[in-house]
């Protein structure tokens, strides 16, 4: 992430620590180590994050109390990064979803939420800073040298791990949300942590990062911690970062391409949200079938004339009030009127 803050320092942040928080006047005699306004320069060396990207710091990156290796400055920093370039990757990939993938007959579902969308971008923004607040100590951690990222390709413990950290890191973390994810299902968290993202009963692809904010920071951890084990090459892991929050909306967007065994898709995504103790994983279907909670998409779920039918629903409905009361018991949610009056039909 250390690549990230310097763009950000570089193009943002060493005006506003300036303005913020200016450099003292300097003390006489030290002219030299001035700038031509009086203010001291700051004993910081420009040193780039990575040897494939080199930005020339400009006189602001001087100018302010906090310098760019200040511990304080590095933490505020990596919070607004993670709120606000988190928030630009949620709302732009969610959109795009929304308008090109998301199937716009499921605001005809009776399980649909009254207001849900608005709703779910709520619960995202509400919860998004916390989560950032929450992470970017580990992040200060990585970038102050704690943990294993490395630069070139060649500094590669070997040659090969160059291509293999890649689904070492997506079975590492997808292992790890597994079991914090099945973990924030006892019912003794479910309720306090984990019960608002299944509020969700058919989500939108808005619904990707609504939960509780300390639900979605237990969930990011496995991320996180993978740099402090395993050497982990630097722009792969800011591209691992993008994919993952691409790829938490693109299984909440309700489109099932395909009946794959191994990947947990969208479709065994809407599993867990409709029958609420199954599917736990993020990427793959095999802790799930170790664990015995995997559960298969029934075929008709990618015939689209048939999912999106009354009658789908109905079947669909009736499972899922079932499992629903046994979990959370009184359904406190507020659905669509036209649909309540469906329902009492």
């Given at each position: 992430?250390?690549?990230?803050?310097?763009?950000?320092?570089?193009?943002?942040?060493?005006?506003?620590?300036?303005?913020?928080?200016p450099?003292?006047?300097?003390?006489?005699?030290?002219?030299?180590?001035?700038?031509?306004n009086?203010?001291?320069?700051?004993t910081?060396?420009?040193?780039?994050?990575?040897?494939?990207?080199?930005?020339?710091?400009?006189?602001?990156?001087?100018?302010?109390?906090?310098?760019?290796?200040?511990?304080?400055?590095?933490?505020?920093?990596l919070?607004?990064?993670?709120?606000?370039?988190?928030?630009l990757?949620?709302f732009?990939?969610?959109?795009?979803?929304?308008?090109f993938?998301?199937?716009?007959?499921?605001?005809?579902?009776?399980?649909?939420?009254?207001?849900?969308?608005?709703l779910?971008?709520?619960?995202?923004?509400?919860?998004?800073?916390?989560?950032?607040?929450?992470?970017?100590?580990?992040?200060?951690?990585e970038?102050r040298?704690?943990?294993?990222?490395?630069?070139?390709?060649?500094?590669?413990?070997?040659?090969?791990?160059?291509?293999?950290?890649?689904?070492?890191?997506?079975?590492?973390?997808?292992?790890?949300?597994?079991?914090?994810?099945?973990?924030?299902?006892?019912?003794?968290?479910?309720?306090?942590?984990?019960?608002?993202?299944?509020?969700?009963i058919?989500?939108?692809?808005?619904?990707?990062?609504?939960?509780?904010?300390?639900?979605?920071?237990?969930?990011?951890?496995?991320?996180?911690?993978?740099?402090?084990?395993?050497?982990?090459?630097?722009?792969?892991?800011?591209?691992?970062?993008?994919?993952?929050?691409?790829?938490?909306i693109?299984?909440?967007?309700?489109?099932?391409?395909?009946?794959?065994?191994?990947?947990?898709?969208?479709?065994?995504?809407?599993?867990?949200?409709?029958?609420?103790?199954?599917?736990?994983?993020?990427?793959?279907?095999?802790?799930?079938?170790?664990?015995?909670?995997?559960?298969a998409?029934?075929?008709?779920?990618?015939?689209?004339?048939?999912?999106?039918?009354?009658?789908?629903?109905?079947?669909?409905?009736?499972?899922?009030?079932?499992?629903?009361?046994?979990?959370?018991?009184e359904?406190?949610?507020?659905?669509?009127?036209?649909?309540?009056?469906?329902?009492?039909?």
């Open positions: 992430m250390d690549v990230v803050l310097e763009v950000c320092d570089t193009f943002l942040f060493d005006y506003m620590y300036q303005w913020v928080l450099a003292r006047p300097a003390p006489s005699g030290l002219t030299s180590q001035t700038f031509a009086g203010t001291s320069m700051s910081w060396q420009y040193k780039p994050a990575t040897e494939y990207l080199y930005l020339t710091p400009s006189q602001a990156a001087y100018g302010s109390l906090w310098a760019r290796d200040n511990i304080w400055r590095q933490g505020v920093s919070f607004l990064i993670l709120w606000i370039f988190g928030f990757v949620y732009v990939f969610a959109s795009l979803s929304y308008l993938v998301f199937d716009k007959k499921t605001f005809e579902h009776p399980k649909f939420l009254k207001n849900q969308i608005w779910e971008i709520k619960q995202a923004n509400e919860a998004m800073p916390i989560m950032a607040l929450c992470t970017a100590p580990l992040l200060v951690a970038v040298g704690y943990g294993f990222l490395y630069d070139t390709l060649d500094e590669a413990p070997w040659p090969w791990w160059n291509w293999f950290q890649i689904p070492l890191f997506l079975f590492f973390t997808d292992f790890g949300i597994y079991w914090i994810h099945r973990g924030l299902h006892h019912p003794w968290v479910y309720k306090h942590l984990h019960k608002p993202h299944h509020k969700w058919m989500p939108t692809p808005f619904a990707s990062h609504a939960f509780h904010p300390l639900d979605g920071y237990a969930q990011s951890l496995p991320y996180h911690i993978f740099p402090f084990i395993f050497p982990l090459q630097k722009v792969a892991y800011v591209a691992l970062f993008v994919f993952i929050n691409f790829w938490t693109m299984i909440h967007d309700g489109e099932y391409i395909a009946n794959n065994p191994i990947i947990n898709g969208a479709a065994c995504h809407s599993i867990h949200h409709l029958a609420f103790n199954y599917n736990y994983g993020q990427y793959f279907t095999l802790w799930d079938r170790i664990g015995g909670s995997y559960r998409p029934e075929q008709e779920m990618f015939q689209k004339e048939v999912k999106m039918s009354e009658e789908h629903w109905k079947k669909e409905v009736e499972v899922m009030e079932q499992i629903q009361l046994e979990v959370e018991g359904d406190d949610r507020e659905y669509e009127p036209e649909m309540e009056t469906k329902k009492r039909q």
